[in-house]
């Protein structure tokens, strides 16, 4: 156990406080003590460990608001020690973890009980979403006073949409009560039914149902004026869509309560990935076209879209190795956020502060977590990144239990080296950091 923790000569990045500087970084205990150009001189001991990457970057804690961890009920694709682990390797600190599970996270029971088997495993910390309606059907809202007391910091019936206009009025206004946000997955099922893709050229190619982007933009549409009726905080979930994006930009310019979120492959894919039949591009809301991906691309860098959320949603291989009609959708991305951003950065495409920004600041005022600061007396929540590091998506590097993901066996750069969770170690990559003590 070490007395203290050195960052030597790291570039430390956080929007949030307007830092961005080459310092020395120390951390002892659970707090940051000093922060400046060679401020870990005058650290000595026995204990101490002194760590020095060449460009690397120190980020606070990144924040994933949206990732399924499949725990309980379906623990063989992933569970909470593997979700949290693979966070962990990813940068992330802390997790939201949706409520499609078996049961479904519609209680204070199953709130309490994820909450305290996280606690006991420790590392990257979670943060449960519980479910709008009772079972995810759309119909009875739950409790969710319990919920929240219980630990959940949003409410969401992701993977269904909350499509009755009164249950969503009736949600809304509950929710506010709390200040808790909703966060809505945005389809109208009515016109999604059968779909496997995106609904446009490729789709007829390949003789496949096509889901049109009015499915989404109908639905987030009729949301927004039932958020400025109520004036409850509305979240979208991996919006996709140009259209959707139209919407919620004229929102935020009228100051409606709205947030939203991207994901890394909607930012990456479009539909054209689906030409092979590739299962693992199968996601939902569906890959879309390059207009909606420059729209997204676009609107990220702009702050209309407010956060990056991985949608890691782990599968087996006998959901994934099928006819694409019959596979599941969804695919990992928890420990493959980072590098496929930092390549969008590097390729010009997104601001470096901005994705940055959209990976802790902004998801953690979404939900309402505390902020995480690179400043003396903050608590010591990082991210340690090599920019520089290429590796390989290899099956044996993920954490996860799951290799569900089109970027496998493909070359990134970008490498998380040490996750602090409160000045705990929650991950590091032990073959790339220095051991040495002084």
Not at 280 to 294: G, I, Q, S
Not at 341 to 368: C, E, H, Q
Request: hydrophobic share 45%; with cysteine.
């Amino acid at each position: 156990m070490y007395e203290a923790l050195v960052f030597r000569r790291v570039r430390a990045i956080d929007p949030s406080i307007a830092l961005d500087a080459e310092v020395d970084v120390v951390v002892e205990g659970k707090t940051i003590t000093r922060v400046g150009p060679r401020a870990g001189d005058s650290v000595s001991g026995e204990r101490v460990r002194r760590i020095e990457i060449n460009g690397a970057y120190l980020l606070p804690g990144l924040i994933d608001l949206h990732a399924h961890l499949r725990e309980p009920g379906q623990e063989g694709k992933e569970d909470l020690k593997s979700g949290l682990a693979a966070a962990a390797a990813g940068g992330f600190t802390d997790v939201c973890a949706m409520p499609n599970t078996r049961p479904v996270n519609d209680t204070r029971f199953v709130t309490e009980m994820l909450v305290r088997k996280a606690r006991e495993l420790g590392g990257a910390r979670l943060h449960p979403i519980g479910s709008i309606t009772v079972g995810q059907r759309g119909e009875t809202l739950t409790e969710m006073a319990d919920l929240k007391d219980a630990g959940a910091v949003a409410v969401s019936d992701d993977g269904y949409c909350v499509t009755r206009s009164d249950v969503m009025r009736r949600a809304l206004e509950y929710a506010s009560t709390f200040d808790m946000p909703l966060i809505q997955h945005a389809e109208d099922h009515a016109l999604t039914k059968d779909a496997q893709m995106h609904e446009g050229a490729i789709s007829t190619r390949l003789g496949l149902r096509g889901w049109p982007r009015v499915a989404e933009d109908i639905i987030v549409a009729r949301d927004v004026i039932l958020a400025e009726y109520t004036g409850a905080r509305y979240h979208l979930a991996h919006v996709s869509t140009l259209g959707a994006v139209r919407i919620l930009r004229e929102a935020k310019s009228r100051g409606i309560k709205v947030t939203a979120e991207v994901t890394p492959h909607h930012l990456l894919l479009t539909d054209a990935s689906l030409l092979g039949y590739d299962t693992a591009c199968k996601v939902n809301p569906p890959l879309r076209e390059d207009a909606d991906l420059l729209a997204l691309r676009e609107a990220l860098a702009d702050g209309t879209i407010d956060c990056i959320a991985t949608d890691h949603a782990p599968h087996s291989v006998l959901d994934k190795d099928v006819e694409l009609s019959e596979a599941l959708p969804g695919m990992i991305g928890l420990e493959l956020c980072v590098p496929l951003m930092l390549g969008l950065v590097a390729r010009g495409v997104l601001p470096l502060s901005r994705v940055i920004d959209a990976l802790t600041r902004a998801p953690s005022r979404v939900v309402g977590l505390p902020a995480r600061h690179i400043r003396e007396g903050c608590e010591a929540s990082l991210t340690l990144v090599d920019p520089a590091r290429s590796w390989v998506v290899a099956p044996e590097r993920l954490r996860t239990k799951s290799r569900n993901t089109p970027f496998l066996g493909q070359t990134v750069k970008g490498m998380v080296m040490m996750t602090l969770v409160s000045g705990a170690v929650a991950f590091e990559s032990l073959d790339a950091v220095p051991q040495a003590a002084s």
